[in-house]
């Protein structure tokens, strides 16, 4: 009954550091999002996936990539960490586009890059 | 520019009463609303929807309302209670893939 599962909890970066964030889903969604929330501010699309091979940049693409190799993984990549970057970050899945469908959330990676 | 606006960032309510959650938008090519929920350390779950074809929607406490002409939607919580008490997002979604834009949220605290 794992959901979405994202990998580390917690990390703190120093600047110019590279990083992966890991998020694995075992619903067999095709649709995957990665989000991030500063503080007192609603979550902002990274990137986000329609299904394995295929991506496509979000609001906040800067600075960030992604891959999709298979449909349960979507890793999320910081090349030269920034202190802008500091944030707690979202991996969600969905089973398909459709607007009402329920996208289900990790509980979120907590990063600070100092 | 902020497409989804949620312009009360906390709520306090007395437990048994109604909390009322508003949420903006600018964006008149929105085709549905969602309203998600989340406690500390957590990540959001999904609460309630409503199509921009509707004006109402109703799940047990929770409705939802939508007001097109005013780009203006309203979460209702009939009776709050204490473990209501959490963040609340507006999110909006366009387009093909899925893709949500959210509000700043609104914390809510019901109390005993």
């Known amino acids: 009954n794992a959901g979405v599962t994202q990998t580390p909890k917690f990390r703190i970066l120093k600047i110019g550091q590279s990083m992966t964030l890991q998020c694995a889903q075992d619903?067999?969604?095709?649709?995957m999002y990665w989000y991030r929330q500063d503080p007192g501010m609603g979550l902002k699309l990274i990137y986000y996936?329609?299904?394995?091979?295929?991506?496509d940049k979000g609001e906040v693409p800067n600075g960030y990539n992604v891959s999709r190799s298979t449909t349960e993984d979507f890793p999320l990549r910081l090349e030269l960490a920034a202190p802008s970057q500091t944030s707690v970050y979202f991996c969600?899945?969905?089973?398909?586009?459709?607007?009402?469908?329920?996208?289900?959330f990790g509980q979120g990676t907590r990063l600070t890059v100092v | 520019d902020q497409q989804v606006k949620q312009n009360s960032p906390s709520l306090s309510v007395q437990e048994g009463r109604i909390s009322i959650l508003n949420c903006d938008y600018t964006?008149?090519?929105?085709?549905?609303f969602l309203w998600y929920k989340k406690y500390p350390a957590e990540g959001p779950t999904f609460l309630i929807s409503?199509?921009?074809?509707?004006d109402k929607n109703e799940d047990g406490r929770f409705t939802v309302f939508l007001n097109k002409s005013a780009k203006h939607l309203s979460l209702h919580i009939v009776p709050s209670q204490p473990g209501d008490s959490a963040v609340y997002f507006c999110?909006?979604?366009?387009?093909?893939?899925?893709?949500?834009?959210f509000g700043q949220g609104t914390e809510l605290s019901v109390k005993p």
């Open positions: 969600a899945s969905r089973e398909t586009g459709v607007p009402d469908t329920e996208a289900f």
């Open positions: 619903m067999n969604h095709n649709y």
């Open positions: 996936s329609v299904g394995a091979g295929i991506t």
């Open positions: 964006n008149s090519m929105f085709d549905y």
């Open positions: 409503i199509s921009s074809i509707k």
């Open positions: 999110a909006a979604s366009a387009g093909q893939g899925g893709k949500l834009i």
